[in-house]
């Protein structure tokens, strides 16, 4: 597998910069929570969303819709101190911008502000593109995200696959939406290969994939799920690129045997009465 980092570019990229990606070299996104995880992804990828799976997989909630402005802020801000080049978008968490545009923009201007995002996400198609709009027309960059919505786990009826057979148009209808309100790129979730690939072709904006094919523009994961670090379950679309979950287990199960037998710490990491201070 190839380790060679992205080129580093003067500037941080722009959402402008990856919608004029459109059709051209895959736009590579993954999530990150933190700042040492954002230094990594920063020197690979060209997006890091700060998600709202950050409740899930750094919280332990049960969904994500327990997440808050407040939380997407504290991760945002500690995802931008570690990015020199990638863009960054954070996630409109759930009840944050439904109520109607002005609601949204309120959330939005305050996660952009106290963040450095240079755009955000949120969920929903048809319904939300009036909002989207809304946002686009006073200066806030949209990544829309449609077919499998996870905020609205509930309505869908839990985490299916989106777009098969007559729901195609459903899911069709909100891609165009979005796209026609002025988001700079969408997220397809969990939509079938046909669609996702008729949706690439005929959208102006760029696709970006997680569990929709490699027909996309780009592709998203969560960082936790591709370093096998979230094993609570498994999507069938992640790959597991590590298993650094088993290897902190490995690495805890040993320092916790080490010092019930005495081994830690040893010689090395104690301190005389004299000599070095560190
Ligand atoms: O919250 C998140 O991490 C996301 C990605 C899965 C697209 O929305």
Redo the contacts with the bound molecule.
Sequence with gaps: MSATPAPAPARRLMPSDLAARKGGDPIV?L?AYTTPVARIADRHCDLV?V????GM?LHGLPS?LGVSVEMMVMHGAAVNRGLDRALMVV?MPFGSYEAGPEQAFAAAARIMRETGAGAV?L?GGVAMAPTIAFLVARGIPVMA?VGLT?QAVNTLGGYRVQGRGADADRVRADARAVAEAGAFAV?L?KVSEPLAAALTAELAIPT?G?GASAACDGQ???IDDMLGMFTDFRPRFVRRYAELGAAAEEAVAAYAADVRARRFPAAEHVFAETGGAR
């Design positions: 996104c999530t969303l998600g709202d799976s950050v997989v994500t996630d996400k969920e995200h996870p997220v979730e970006i997680i998203v994961l969560v």
